[in-house]
Structure formats: structure tokens, C-alpha cells
């Protein structure tokens, strides 16, 4: 009887528990959604050896942005309610999967991104002094494998295609949708 007791006061709390996160969440979505309409998007910088995935990263992310349809893309840093600034930090190509003559059969590629978004202090200068900056930040990571030697053939630029386009996506789960720990 004590152990369903216990049971029972531990569903309760939970209960409360994923209640209060998801206002908090749904709080801070309502304020983007009510308050702050347009997004600029910052060219990422790249610290890894990443070649060519500033231009690419960024083009996935207006596409993912715009698909959400919370926000609205503007190419003018000035208008922007808010601005998305982000670095890759790390790029990993490895294999994953050798035969029997320790050649490479399947790769592993993973990027990790720091991302931050912020008021834009020219529009919302008056309102930030009395309402504090809003800064969030997140690391976001994407994983993908591929195979250019076994079934489904996959280049290695496809892959990469692949992973930015997951890698947009989550940033804007991460920012906009749903929190990703």
C-alpha cells in the first residue's frame, strides 16, 4: 500500500513538474510570436575545417525558418526585430565501419553549432533598458552517416546536404519549437 502511495505521489509531481516547464516554454514563445516579427540571419562563423558551410548553413536555415512561419526572414540587419548569430565549432568526418581489408566502408560526419539570438539593439533600444536583453543560447549537434561503397550509394557532398539540412531544422526546433536537452 506505502509503495503505490509512493507511486502515485511520484506521477502527481511529475505531472506538475512537466506542467510548469511548458508554460515557461510557452511563455517565452508567445513573447517571439506576439512581440518580435522579423529575424535576420548572420552569416555563421566557421571555427572547424568545414569548408563552404557558412553560405550553405545559412541558406537551409532561411528555408527552415520560413517552412516554421513563426517568424519572417528580412535581408536588412536594420529591420531585423531580432538577429540569429551563430558559429560551427566542430566538423568530424570518420569511419565508422571498416571491411576486411580496413577500407572504409560506412563515415560518420557530425557538426556542433553554438547558436545566440538576440534583440536587435538599433530597432529596440528604448525597450531593452527597461526590459533587459534577451539572449538564448544553445549548442546544437547533427549527426549522419553514408556510405559511398554499399547500398544506398551516398557522396560524400550529399551527406553533407543531409546533415545541414537536419542541422537547420533542429536550430529552429531548438530556438522557436521545442526545447532540445
Known sequence: MFAICRIYVLIVFAVFHACGSTSDRDKKRDLL??????LYIQNF???????????????????????DGRLKITPDKEQADLVLYGQVMLYGDR?????????????????LTSIKLRINLRKHSDEI???????DQKLVRSDATFSPR???????FEAEETLLDVLANRIVMALFGDELD
Do not use: C
Request: no cysteine; hydrophobic share 35%; charged share 25%.
Open 45 to 67: 562563423d566557421n571555427r572547424s575545417n568545414f569548408g563552404g558551410v557558412t553560405g550553405r548553413l545559412k541558406e537551409k536555415l532561411l528555408i527552415a525558418v520560413d517552412r
Open 150 to 156: 554499399q547500398p544506398p550509394f551516398e557522396t560524400k
Open 95 to 111: 569511419p565508422s565501419i571498416m571491411d576486411n581489408f580496413s577500407e572504409p566502408l560506412v563515415y560518420n560526419l557530425t557538426v
Open 33 to 38: 510570436n506576439q512581440k518580435y516579427k522579423l
Open 129 to 135: 533598458k527597461n526590459d533587459g536583453v534577451l539572449i
